[in-house]
């Protein structure tokens, strides 16, 4: 069983950044792939970013490209996302979620979800 734990959410103006963390419980986080997903007000959840076991390689929905970056740190047990030059429609509540593949996550089949934390940006 693993449990996930978001934070670094917050207000922010446009323009501005912020971090985001999700630390995993267990000794099967470098077994995971993992993504982020973010869902706003009266939409679906939808797919920010993934990131493989081993962090080698990543991948982003065409929206955020150039603007955030997905990493992990396995020793930590930890995976980030860096919102740079956010814009007022990525408020969202963030989600980290867990794969046993790289296609789970893509197709938001995940194993394992955290409870989110939410991400304002103000115009």
């Known amino acids: 069983q693993v449990q996930l734990v978001e934070s670094g959410g917050g207000l922010v103006q446009a323009g501005g950044s912020l971090r985001l963390s999700c630390a995993a419980s267990?000794?099967?986080?470098?077994?995971?792939?993992m993504g982020w997903f973010r869902q706003a007000p009266g939409k679906e959840r939808e797919f920010v970013a993934a990131i493989t076991r081993s962090g080698s390689t990543t991948y982003y929905t065409d929206s955020v490209k150039g603007r955030f970056t997905i990493s992990r740190d396995n020793a930590k047990n930890t995976v980030y996302l860096q919102m740079n030059s956010l814009k007022p429609e990525d408020a969202a509540v963030y989600y980290c979620?867990?794969?046993?593949?790289?296609?789970?996550?893509?197709?938001?089949?995940?194993?394992?979800w955290g409870q989110g934390t939410q991400v304002t940006v103000s115009s």
């Open positions: 979620a867990g794969g046993r593949t790289w296609n789970s996550v893509l197709q938001r089949e995940c194993d394992y």
């Open positions: 267990g000794r099967t986080f470098s077994t995971y792939a």
